[in-house]
């Protein structure tokens, strides 16, 4: 296992929840570039390697589902953790069907957030076994 931290980006528009879940997966061990403008990511995607993205689907000027098109034609092993504010079922049928690892509405559950953040980095590594997405429940529970 490399000393190396996993690195997570970060999508969402609202400063309070980028703060508590790179905070959360700090606490983890995992490394958390932020961005609170997709655009800035699309910046970062261009030069960096992208294993894990945690997108806000809810987002101006670019949503978080046009962001996922553009990871899948520019990083297409990136996978995609979408957090939303809002129970969206068509929204999570349509990212999920788009190729969404997990799909959380806030506030949600840590442990099975961080668990699909693990699961997804697990299924990046070609050393492990194939992508087993995550059947994260749209259900709210509370911390």
Do not use: Y
Not at 38 to 44: I, M, T, V
Not at 45 to 74: E, K, Q, Y
Not at 107 to 134: E, I, W, Y
Request: with cysteine; aromatic share 8%.
């Amino acid at each position: 296992m490399s000393d190396v931290a996993p690195v997570v980006c970060l999508i969402d528009d609202d400063a309070s929840v980028r703060r508590s879940i790179a905070r959360l997966l700090e606490s983890c061990g995992f490394t958390v570039d932020a961005f609170s403008e997709p655009e800035a990511f699309l910046g970062h995607l261009a030069t960096h390697s992208v294993p894990v993205a945690v997108l806000d689907i809810w987002m101006d000027n670019i949503n978080g589902m046009v962001l996922l098109a553009h990871l899948c034609a520019r990083s297409p092993k990136t996978r995609v953790i979408f957090i939303t504010g809002r129970e969206d079922h068509a929204a999570e049928a349509t990212v999920r069907q788009a190729g969404a690892f997990a799909f959380f509405i806030k506030p949600f559950d840590k442990n099975r957030f961080l668990a699909a953040v693990r699961d997804a980095f697990d299924s990046t590594n070609p050393r492990t076994s194939p992508m087993r997405p995550v059947q994260a429940s749209a259900e709210v529970e509370a911390n």
